[in-house]
């Protein structure tokens, strides 16, 4: 006996497939209405007033007007609409307020470092890159108390590209951005002086290099905050001003109707993987609208290797077939292919998959960029290397294949004591505990004492409701819910939980059909997370699906 019925299980997938579905543009990807970030808003007036004052005017007081009328009452700023205040978005949003516009955003100003103390100030960001940027944009305002001691970048770490993939990763662009940027913050010897010029040349190197291989848009992965960061630091230093140019054009392009500014402004590749997982799940693999995404899917595989971070063409980025290619949406997007008619013909599908098994680390573990990186913040991450294995079982792989094997004896060593597993890019720790459970347990280690200990974490996190937070007492989400419900299906353990959990998904559907979204996304990891609407969609719609596949 279920806690809900297998009718109205039925509708709520119908309904939330068509709600989905309705989000599909003409060219077969994805669309979401994302909120607008203050991280990405503040950086680009900063950047944009650095560049050129007067031809950026416009955008720089909209984009000022836009933050003072998102200070919430406390003082602060969150990272997006509706959250709560928060330290990084705080000092930043402080800091280009007093750049740009000190007269008008004086009270503003006052109530935002009055915030940031509250809020524990700089020394509370637990990572020491985005604490040195916080504390470089209070210093360029002038706020020295706030930013503490700014500490030098190490420019001269671009002289040797092994070990500056490995300890900066994804950050490279933004790293050089803000070294460049500390021109004439910080005092200069001979020596230093040598070493930069040295080191500068082959910095710009790697900036245009990303900026040729995204197609000379300035768009910097698409995403306003690191474009940003790259353009104030070339405004600031008078390097490359074709590149400047035209990161500030993207940067205008890119601007919201209200005048602020996306988190990321593209993720067209990352919504339409989860919404075609999702959707084949959910019983639609046959259906002729998927056929589009499918298209647009093969459409962007990249063609081209991505040198600043040496990896090979073959993957997909979160964008464009010009993006950044990642391990997390190319297993995502993987797995999509591998659920749609024709999946055995496929040759993305398979030229794809051993692009994966080619970007796995010498751990058996996956990571975000680079392989075998020591940047905490790219990997290896428990819960990207599950998508990976994922992926592999989706598509045929055996068990002991030898990428699988080696990926679930890594993930068995990787359990923190409580029974939880981490996960890089969405909130902690139900995210990474079920997807981790869903591979294990696929892979066949089900009974193992690590699935068990994970397994009975879960069960011990759900709430009265029947819904998963990320386990320490807040209230449900629907992504936290449905990977729970997906993880436990995988395991065959806690039906009485995973009935209560799809009757809690069933319960809390939209009039429309669709879910509402939470902010799990992690942006800034531990300090700024945003919600994505689609993924919202897709993994419920996954959950119900395979419920409803599992009490048939």
Known sequence: MTAVSRVDVAKAVE???????????????????????VLGTAGTITALHAADPVAHADLVAGGAAWLRDRQRGDGGWGGVDGAPSEVVPTAIATAALRIVSPER????????????????????????????MCRQFLTLAGLTPEAGALPRLPLEIVLADKVRRRLISFRTAPFVGLALGQDGLLPTGPVR????????????????????????????????WPAALVLLGLARSGEAPDIAAA??????????????????????????????TGLVAAGYAADPRLRAARDFLHAARTTEPFTVLDVPAG?????????????????????????????????????????????????????????????????????????????LLDAGRPADDPAVASATAWLLTAQNPDGTFENLWYRDHTSGTAVVVGALARAGHGGHEVVRKAVDWLLRTQLPDGSWGPGDGTEGSVEETSWAVQALLAAGTGADAVDRGAAW??????????????????????????????????????????????VR
């Open 105 to 132: 955003s004086a009270t503003a100003v006052t109530a935002g470092r009055a915030a940031l103390a509250a809020l524990g100030g700089v020394d509370a960001v637990t990572d020491r890159a985005v604490a040195l």
């Open 247 to 276: 990161i500030a054009a993207w940067l205008r392009a890119a601007v919201r109707p209200e005048g602020a500014w996306d988190a990321v402004a593209n993720l067209d590749l990352t919504r339409t993987g989860y919404a075609t």
């Open 193 to 224: 002086r040598f070493t930069l010029r040295l080191a500068r040349p082959a910095a710009l190197r790697l900036v245009r290099a990303v900026y040729e291989h995204e197609g000379r848009t300035g768009a910097l992965s698409e995403d306003p």
């Open 315 to 391: 993957g997909w980025s979160f964008s464009t077939r010009r993006g950044w290619p990642v391990t997390l949406e190319s297993a995502e997007i993987l797995s999509a292919l591998a659920g749609l008619p024709g999946a055995a013909e496929d040759a993305h599908l398979r030229g794809g998959l051993e692009w994966l098994i080619g970007r796995q680390d010498t751990r058996g573990s996956w990571s975000l960029w680079v392989r075998d990186t020591k940047l905490a913040n790219d990997g290896p991450c428990p819960a990207i290397t599950s998508q990976a294995v994922q992926a």
């Open 15 to 37: 309904r939330g497939a068509e709600a989905l579905l309705a989000r599909q543009r003409p060219d077969g990807a994805f669309t979401d209405d994302p909120p607008a970030s």
């Open 505 to 550: 998904l069933v319960a809390v559907a939209k009039p429309d059909g669709g879910w509402e979204p939470t902010r799990v996304c992690n942006y800034i990891r531990h300090h700024m997370r945003y919600p994505n609407g689609v993924i919202t969609q897709a993994v419920a719609l996954k959950a119900l699906g395979e419920y409803r596949a599992a």
